[in-house]
Structures are given as structure tokens and as C-alpha cells.
């Protein structure tokens, strides 16, 4: 790959990733602000997040096929415009949830919808296996220091309120509305991409996964559907949630908060690919994020907004050290030409999880009390860790057999 295709792919994924976390922070607090119910809360985010499964799905049948550089245009362009139906939506729920859906919205405040699976697989066949972790590596810190940008741009509407007079409501609807026509920009780049063809040493079927590789993928979708649940439970826009009703944090308070995370989690990606070169990519994976669940058993018992935020910085510095070690991963027990199926069909994995979490959330929130998602989160998760090392630890990549 040109190193000027690269940057267009780094470019790219880092305006969605702009976008993505903005959304994750602001929707929960516009929500609120449309007053709805901590169930009702869940069900949109849920909805949006169940169609970026669907958009995931459509990646990984229909990718190849249709051409990564179209696919990518097109799911960046339905993006868009469901992002701006959300923002101009009238307050009835059926009709956001509706908007959310189509436009596959994403309130978890993290990049994993169809673009970033055909961005990946761009990456992985274009790198050797020895450089292919650095690779995700990069890519990673770029999207995340993006979508810290965009967390902390949470704090706009609030200034927009006081500005310009506008409602509290009217200010969201604003500034989500700007983020729509902000995401076109990847449109652009993308544009500017050259058409791509199948890769040198593509499977026989571009697209589809041999025997081997569909058993492969299938175990490790088995278990990421399995962390994603636990993961939906603490989503972007339910945190924000938790934080607004527990210690009344609007979005002034919570974008720098957010915006610090996404920087320790940037930040500690390259530590993951030092302890990859040592440890091995599933020892990578699993050491650094078991403890991050003890981390956030801890969270809803703090008494004060100091004292969560602190620790909930703390768990942000290790808790995604797993995300490049996992896409390296997957690129590298399955072969070229494989790539974007098996990369979306995990994606859509943790898509249906976290589209099935948010909504358990609100209704675990409503039923146990605010904190309950919080531990129902953290005990999943550290499930998936232990089965996880206990499964696949001795299925190594090609950089680790020698």
C-alpha cells in the first residue's frame, strides 16, 4: 500500500472516530435532555448499535464483492444522514430509535462499524506479518486520539445553550447536526483512494472463509460476542448516563473526562505492541484486560464524582490495550482474501452484543439500581477474559511460531 493510501485511511477513520466519540457522549445527555427513561435511553442506543450490526453483516457478505473503496462511500454517506434524521427527528421515541437504526448510530463511543472492518483489512493485507500488529497499532491511536477530540467536544452544546440562547434540546439537535455533515468528510478521502482489486494471495473465494478459518472465526466470535454484551452494559452513552444521574455531570464535565480516557487508552497502545513482541497477542489481550473488570466492579460503590472519575481513569490506561493485540489477531489465523469477512463477521459479533447491552442496561438500571449494568458489565467481561487464555492460547500467529 502507498504510504499516501495509508494516510487516507488514517485520515478517514479518524473523522468517523471524531464523530463516534462525540455521539457516544453527547446522545445519552440528549437523551436525557428529550427526557426520556433509562429504559428508553437503552432502547435507541441499542437500536442504532443493531444497525451497525446489520451494516456489519452486509461487509462481510457483500464487501469484496461490491469493492472496498464503494462499500466504504456508501456506509460513510447512510451514516451521515441518519445521524442528521436523529438530530432533526421530532422527540417521539419510535421515530429517534427508527433514525438510529437506519443511520447506524453509535452510542458506544468507539469505532466498530462496517467502514473500520474494510479499513482493517486494507491494512492487514497491505503489511508483512512482522509489521502488521504496529500497523493496527497506529491506526488505533489515531482513531482514538480523534475520538478523544470528539468527547471533549461534548462540551459544545452546552456553550451553544448559553451563546445563543437556544434550549438545552435545540442545542443538541445543532451540534449533532454538525457532526453529520462533519462525517462526510471521510466521503472525501475515501474518494481519492485508489479501486482496489482482490490481494495477491487471495483465498480461492474472495469473501468467503475456508474450512479451517470458518472454525477459527467462529470460537473467537463465540467470545466476543461474549465481551461485547459485557461491554454494551457500559457503553459510551450509558456512562455518560450513570455519571449525569449519580453525580449530576452534564457534558461540560464528562467531555474532558471522556476526552482524558481516550487519550490513556491512545497512549497505551503502543505499550500494547511492546508487550505483544514479548508476551504473544492472546497473553497481551488477557493480562491487561482481566483487571480492568475488578477496576470497574469497584465503580458504582465510590462516594464521590472525584473518586470515580479517578478510578475510572484508571481502568480507561489498560482497557483497551486488547483492541490492536484482537484485530492483529484475527488478521493473522485467517488468510488474505478472508480478511474483510472474517474482520466484519467479528465486528458483527460485538455489534450484536453491544446492541443487546445498552438495552438489558436500561432495564437492569431501572429494575436493580443505577450501578447494576456497572457489575453485570464487569463480571461478563472477566468471563471472556478466562475463556478467552483457557481456549485459544496455544493458536499462535506466524510472528510467534519461530
Not at 447536526?177 to 474472495?206: E, K, M, N, Q
Not at 485459544?392 to 511460531?401: D, F, T, Y
Amino acid at each position: 500500500m502507498a504510504p499516501a493510501s495509508s494516510a487516507l485511511l488514517y485520515a478517514a477513520g479518524g473523522v468517523r472516530s471524531f464523530v463516534i466519540g462525540f455521539t457516544g457522549v453527547a446522545l445519552g445527555l440528549y437523551l436525557a435532555a428529550l427526557g426520556y427513561d433509562p429504559a428508553l435511553v437503552g432502547g435507541v442506543i441499542a437500536s442504532g448499535l443493531a444497525g451497525n450490526a446489520v451494516g456489519v453483516a452486509l461487509v462481510a457478505g457483500l464487501g469484496e464483492r461490491l469493492g472496498r473503496r464503494r462499500t466504504l462511500i456508501g456506509a460513510s454517506v447512510l451514516g451521515a444522514a441518519g445521524l442528521g434524521a436523529l438530530a432533526a427527528a421530532p422527540a417521539a421515541p419510535f421515530v429517534v430509535g427508527l433514525a438510529a437504526f437506519l443511520g447506524m448510530v453509535n452510542g458506544m463511543g468507539r469505532d466498530r462499524g462496517p467502514a473500520q472492518a474494510l479499513e482493517q483489512s486494507v491494512l492487514a493485507d497491505a503489511m508483512s506479518d512482522a509489521h502488521r500488529t504496529t500497523a493496527f497499532v497506529r491506526y488505533s491511536f489515531v482513531q482514538d486520539m480523534l475520538g478523544a477530540c470528539g468527547s471533549l467536544a461534548a462540551a459544545v452544546p452546552t456553550v451553544v445553550e448559553h451563546r445563543f440562547g437556544l434550549a438545552l434540546v435545540d442545542a443538541y439537535r445543532a451540534t449533532l447536526g454538525g457532526a453529520a455533515l462533519l462525517s462526510l468528510v471521510a466521503v472525501l478521502l475515501y474518494a481519492r483512494l485508489p479501486a482496489a482489486g482482490a490481494p495477491a494471495a487471495a483465498a480461492p473465494h474472495p469473501g468467503r472463509l475456508s474450512p479451517e478459518s470458518r472454525r477459527r472465526v467462529a470460537g473467537l466470535s463465540a467470545l466476543f460476542a461474549l465481551d461485547s454484551l459485557g461491554g454494551g452494559f457500559i457503553a459510551g452513552s450509558i456512562l455518560s448516563y450513570w455519571f449525569f444521574r449519580r453525580f449530576g455531570l452534564g457534558g461540560e464535565a464528562l467531555g474532558p473526562v471522556f476526552f482524558a480516557a481516550k487519550c490513556l487508552n491512545a497512549g497505551s497502545y503502543f505499550a500494547a505492541d511492546a508487550l505483544a513482541r514479548r508476551l504473544g497477542l492472546v497473553r497481551t489481550m488477557v493480562f491487561t484486560h482481566l483487571p480492568t473488570s475488578v477496576i470497574l466492579l469497584a465503580l458504582p460503590f465510590l462516594p464521590t464524582a472525584g473518586l470515580a472519575i479517578a478510578l475510572f481513569l484508571v481502568r480507561e490506561a489498560f482497557v483497551q490495550m486488547d483492541v490492536p493485540a484482537r484485530q492483529s489477531y484475527v488478521a493473522a489465523v485467517t488468510a488474505p482474501g478472508e480478511r474483510t469477512a472474517a474482520l466484519a463477521l467479528t465486528s458483527l459479533v460485538r455489534n450484536v452484543g453491544w446492541a443487546a447491552g445498552p438495552a438489558l442496561a436500561g432495564v437492569t438500571m431501572t429494575a436493580f439500581g443505577l450501578g447494576a449494568p456497572l457489575v453485570a458489565g464487569a463480571v461478563v467481561k472477566a468471563v471472556y477474559d478466562v475463556a478467552l487464555y483457557v481456549s485459544h492460547r496455544g493458536i499462535r500467529p506466524p510472528e510467534e511460531r519461530s
